[in-house]
């Protein structure tokens, strides 16, 4: 048998269908990757009693103080931590995790959030993100497939200690402009971005079809530029399954039952990436080599070469290639 896994499960499930695809039998992929394994295999944090320094409460006048009083204000000194309750219920990864991190960003030091979810892989991925994030799962459940978390925000600094060590940062280079791999490509953005890190996306070649704009301004071609433009897809919408796309009713079919089973769509992927603040970078060369002016792509995106990204890739920890 063949055991593939990686960080968080995506790319060993691409892996596994790969080798599947080329005759490898017995392929098996670690769900929710090496970090939820290792999430999972951690003992759960034990809680550690606070005791009086006193054995006894005293009042100002120098008096102990009733054992009755003494329980009321022992409960009255007991602290109320504020919750903010989310519902993330119906929505499939990586929503869940994109609710919880603007959650946490909202709130103080100190303040929880309570969050509902129906997706499978929530209960593994919340682990992993706490785990990622340094921020403390406090408690966590499970009834009739709705998976309960609270999770509390830690100190800036807090959070760096207890954070894995590592550079800061992931970049990925958009090469394909197949639906299914741009979808991947999203994900992975999405993800990094709600662990805090700085993600940028590199975009060349075919790629740059997945950030054109819908509603292009008129601009001059030539007549190679020209020929480009009615060859490729003219936005993110057109793009193609890499598989299985039957003249089409295979992309048809594949937006249907996202839209069906709540997944986000790639548009909707794309702006949760802009949001929070993926970088979107487009290969100048790419542009001049396939006609595509900076006009018909989306305003958010920046222009750039092998140098800035690579400027980018020395900064980061993890690179993809799609």
Same mark, same amino acid.
């Given at each position: ?37 290792? +999430? $999972? &295999?951690?003992? %759960? ?8 320094? #006193? @054995? ?103 959070? +760096? $200690? &207890?954070?894995? %060590? ?8 958009? #090469? @394909? ?104 970078? $487009? ?40």
């Amino acid at each position: 048998p063949v055991y593939v896994f990686c960080a968080v499960g995506l790319r060993g499930y691409l892996a596994s269908n790969i080798l599947i695809q080329n005759g490898f039998n017995n392929v098996y992929n670690l769900s929710g990757g090496y970090k939820t394994y290792e +999430a $999972a &295999a951690e003992s %759960e944090n034990k809680t550690i009693p606070i005791t009086p320094a #006193f @054995s006894a409460p005293y009042s100002d006048s120098g008096d102990p103080l009733a054992k009755n009083k003494a329980a009321a204000s022992a409960k009255a000194a007991t602290i109320e931590v504020n919750t903010l309750k989310i519902d993330a219920t119906g929505l499939q990864c990586p929503g869940p995790i994109m609710k919880i991190k603007s959650s946490i960003d909202s709130i103080v030091p100190g303040q929880r959030v309570e969050i509902q979810a129906t997706d499978p892989g929530f209960a593994r991925d919340i682990q992993a993100w706490c785990q990622t994030t340094g921020n403390v799962l406090v408690q966590q459940s499970d009834s009739k497939g709705v998976f309960t978390a609270v999770v509390e925000k830690k100190e800036r600094g807090m959070q +760096a $200690a &207890a954070a894995p %060590e590592g550079g800061k940062g992931k970049t990925l280079i958009m #090469f @394909s402009d197949d639906l299914d791999k741009a979808l991947a490509t999203f994900v992975l953005a999405n993800g990094a971005a709600a662990t805090g890190e700085k993600v940028s996306i590199f975009f060349t070649f075919w790629g740059l079809n997945v950030i054109k704009k819908v509603k292009k301004p008129a601009v001059k071609k030539d007549i190679f530029g020209k020929m480009f433009g009615m060859m490729l897809p003219s936005h993110s919408g057109a793009l193609k399954l890499s598989k299985m796309n039957m003249f089409g009713m295979g992309r048809i079919m594949m937006r249907h039952i996202m839209k069906i089973r709540g997944i986000d769509s790639l548009e909707d992927l794309r702006r949760q990436a802009i949001e929070n603040g993926v970088e979107f970078i $487009a290969c100048q060369m790419s542009m001049d080599v396939m006609g595509v002016k900076a006009e018909e792509l989306m305003d958010n995106v920046t222009i750039g070469g092998v140098a800035t990204y690579m400027n980018r890739a020395v900064q980061a920890n993890v690179n993809l290639f799609i």
